[in-house]
């Protein structure tokens, strides 16, 4: 409450001071008023505990010495100090959380449009120039589609077998229309689909097709997938449940101060950087992981603005297949003679049931050329090369997400003070300079933190969980980069250095799938052998747990 000098005398507590000027007396503390009550943190009568009298003693983390706080005030701002750190936690993640789901959004929206529109195209442009001859036969390239989206969704179809059926039942449906005048059985056109490879009746379009539909969808589909591993690792990780150690640490740095009536000091930034550090030693786990992630997503990233850009293959692939069945018509009659050497002479049909013949012309009709420079706009109102170029920096930002967690939010100030107030600040017990050195990120790291007791022997399972999650998307990530489609993972595994040849060869990337809590760079010898040591205690746990979650992670990212 306000006395008629708007001095603060009441015991009440609505939230943490963030301006004012404290008056400090022998036994008394007032505090000027220049904001709002509703921003204003009371302080009463700031006695000196007596060891016996119980004046300071009630305090269980914050100083018995002066203080202006009573027990009940002491647990108020445990409770207040816990929620701004889970606060400003989950803002920096969700900032990023929202990056990715944006993007997984915008690039789902576009693959989907962007093969509807493929469709809408070929059957337009069919109708046109085949007329009632593509009608007849239409639900063979509306499956084509129908399978196309279906491995975008679910990822549980296998491109080549899918495409080399497509080509085989094409050529029985056509074998048939220039052969008009003769009868075949189902056995006869399967022999004459057995002949599909060794003839090339298309010419070279489906083992051209086949290559670079597999690669820009299998790019595509774990690009995509990846933005949405990313979001969901990111959604789950933002969610903290500060220890009771690190509670406790968080109170003596943010509101213990207020009880000695030092309430516009700002906590020092190194001693709030230990703090952090030790609050969020297992989300600086994820860091090396997290990294790899990142690497691998802007790889596949240069392979869809390159070879393996899925516009580029599906905005023709109407006159890709046209063309396919002008070459079928134009060697119709030597890859006939063929099939009829290879798999016998057919039955003619009798004479007055032989259907009318397919003229040259109803072939004739080709579609309007192509021009690769050419990028629609239409699908979800942008193109592919602008979305990857977007992604692509917020991807590099992205990275040091995690290790740069405690740096980030000590840079808050609302949080501490800046990095050139070092003598004008709270470290923990008074107004000085914080003289701890700052401990390593990551959970191994922690053993030696001079603020927050931290049981490194247990990593949360929480963060293991998406430290594998990661892995393995980074592994998918690996696999799209060269080309190919594996739906069953050996994390272990080095890459084979197989691809087209462009671009990074992933043998020369980082491709270590293994966990380590540690930091990878900038560690003296003596950091480095302490690391080791309390990580050496954690990995009989850690690889029972990492082995479980492979097999749970790897089935839910399939």
């Not at 969808?217 to 990111?234: E, I």
């Not at 930034?269 to 600086?284: D, E, K, V």
């Not at 967690?405 to 600040?425: I, Y």
């Not at 990878?520 to 954690?538: I, L, M, P, V, W």
Request: glycine fraction near 6%.
């Amino acid at each position: 409450m306000l006395n008629k000098e708007g001095i603060i005398l009441a015991n009440s507590l609505t939230g943490p001071i963030t301006e004012g000027k404290a008056l400090q007396q022998e036994h008394e503390v007032a505090i000027v008023v220049n904001y709002p009550p509703s921003v204003i943190t009371a302080c009463p009568k700031l006695t000196k505990g007596q060891p016996h009298s119980g004046s300071g003693d009630h305090l269980k983390i914050c100083s018995q010495g002066y203080t202006c706080c009573s027990q009940e005030m002491e647990e108020k701002y445990s409770l207040q100090s816990k929620d701004d750190f889970k606060s400003v936690v989950s803002e920096q993640c969700n900032h990023l959380q929202a990056i990715f789901a944006s993007r997984y959004k915008k690039f789902d929206e576009f693959f989907k449009e962007l093969l509807e529109n493929a469709e809408k195209s070929l059957n337009d442009m069919f109708v046109k120039t085949y007329g009632h001859l593509y009608m007849q036969n239409s639900e063979l390239f509306k499956d084509l589609f129908v399978e196309l989206k279906r491995y975008y969704v679910a990822g549980n179809v296998n491109l080549e077998e899918m495409l080399n059926d497509f080509w085989a039942r094409l050529l029985e449906r056509m074998f048939r229309l220039v052969n008009s005048q003769y009868h075949f059985t189902d056995e006869y056109l399967e022999c004459v689909s057995k002949y599909t490879e060794q003839l090339k009746p298309f010419g070279d379009v489906p083992r051209k097709l086949k290559l670079q539909v597999t690669r820009a969808f299998v790019a595509a589909r774990t690009f995509a997938q990846g933005l949405a591993v990313a979001r969901d690792v990111v959604s789950k990780v933002s969610v903290v449940n500060p220890t009771a150690q690190c509670t406790q640490a968080l109170l003596k740095m943010t509101y213990c101060s207020h009880c000695r009536g030092l309430v516009t000091v700002k906590p020092c930034y190194n001693y709030c950087s230990n703090i952090m550090r030790g609050c969020l030693a297992n989300q600086g786990d994820l860091d090396f992981e997290w990294n790899n992630f990142i690497d691998a997503m802007l790889m596949v990233a240069e392979r869809l603005e390159g070879p393996f850009n899925i516009e580029s293959v599906m905005d023709p692939i109407d006159v890709k297949i046209s063309d396919a069945i002008m070459n079928m018509q134009d060697n119709s009659v030597q890859v006939s003679q063929k099939v009829f050497q290879g798999c016998g002479p057919p039955k003619p049909l009798p004479a007055g049931r032989i259907s009318r013949s397919i003229s040259e012309s109803a072939f004739s009709a080709r579609f309007r050329p192509y021009h690769p420079e050419q990028r629609p706009t239409t699908a979800a109102g942008t193109s592919l090369d602008r979305l990857v170029t977007d992604v692509k920096e917020k991807l590099k930002q992205a990275k040091k997400f995690w290790s740069s967690l405690p740096s980030t939010v000590c840079n808050d100030e609302k949080m501490a003070a800046g990095n050139g107030n070092e003598d004008d600040c709270w470290n923990g017990k008074g107004k000085s300079r914080y003289l701890f050195a700052v401990t390593g990120n990551g959970l191994a790291n922690q053993g030696n933190n001079p603020e927050v007791q931290v049981d490194t022997s247990k990593p949360d399972i929480l963060i293991l969980r998406q430290i594998m999650a990661l892995r393995v998307m980074t592994s998918k990530m690996k696999n799209a980069y060269n080309g190919n489609d594996v739906d069953f993972f050996d994390i272990s595994d080095e890459s084979s250095g197989e691809g087209s040849g462009s671009g990074c060869e992933y043998q020369q990337c980082p491709s270590e799938f293994e966990y380590n809590a540690t930091e990878h760079s900038g560690k003296s010898a003596n950091e480095k052998a302490g690391s080791a040591g309390a990580q050496a205690e954690a990995e009989p746990y850690l690889l029972t747990v990492l082995c479980l979650l492979f097999f749970v992670v790897q089935r839910e990212w399939r």
